[in-house]
């Protein structure tokens, strides 16, 4: 069974349309995240629930909406879409510890963004 | 957060140990260093965490000395399918982890 999982794996789409990435983990975790990897292999967080709730939103344009209807989805949801949108989207989870104890995060495969 | 230097790449050959070296020299007291490996198109991968001293898995050995101003991967015997993006990082810690990637390095195995 896969333990973070996206969809789509590829999304092809036009500037100025409207997409949607979902995520979906099935390890219990109670903290989501979403990092985007430019075409520079830099991986950079974007987001990160736990048990729903945002808690790291770094500078990210407000084009960038994510929602978390439970615990084990986090969906990233982008608006208008632009050029420099194109990047591979990972999704991540993991459960946070306590005592200082850096939890591993587990990545999803990536959703491959790229727009025209 | 501290920031993590690492080469830029390096290469070795298959059935060579591979030593990688990540200097942070602003690690915090609670910070914990931890590295990912990244396959081309695959997410990063947790292999090994450590606080100080040597810690050693089925995959990898860290070590790392008193001052924890640096640390080394060691991958024994490393394979063609070795070949990856290893990245150094270093924890805030405490929960709610934002994991800061750097540049990595660049591991080509050859045969």
């Known amino acids: 069974d896969t333990a973070v999982s996206q969809t789509p794996k590829y999304l092809v789409t036009q500037m100025g349309n409207d997409k949607s990435i979902k995520c979906e983990q099935n390890l219990g975790h109670d903290t989501m995240y979403w990092y985007k990897q430019d075409s520079k292999k830099f991986l950079k967080i974007m987001f990160s629930y736990n048990n729903k709730e945002l808690i790291i939103n770094e500078t990210v344009p407000n084009r960038f909406s994510p929602k978390s209807p439970d615990k084990a989805h986090l969906n990233l949801h982008i608006n208008s879409l632009e050029l420099g949108d194109s990047a591979v989207y990972f999704c991540?989870?993991?459960?946070?510890?306590?005592?200082?104890?850096?939890?591993?995060?587990?990545f999803g495969p990536g959703t491959r963004l790229l727009v025209l | 957060l501290a920031k993590t230097t690492q080469p830029i790449s390096m290469d070795s050959y298959e059935g060579q140990e591979v030593n990688i070296t990540c200097s942070h020299n602003?690690?915090?007291?609670?910070?914990?260093i931890t590295w990912y490996q990244q396959f081309p198109s695959q997410g990063p991968r947790f292999i090994i965490q450590?606080?100080?001293t040597k810690v050693t898995n089925e995959v990898a050995s860290l070590f790392i000395p008193a001052d924890r101003k640096s640390s080394t991967l060691s991958l024994p015997r490393v394979s063609l399918s070795d070949t990856a993006v290893y990245y150094c990082l270093v924890g805030v810690g405490g929960g709610y982890n934002k994991l800061i990637f750097g540049a990595g390095t660049r591991l080509a195995v050859h045969p």
């Open positions: 450590g606080y100080k």
């Open positions: 602003n690690i915090a007291t609670n910070d914990y």
């Open positions: 991540a989870s993991s459960q946070v510890l306590a005592g200082g104890v850096q939890e591993t995060q587990y």
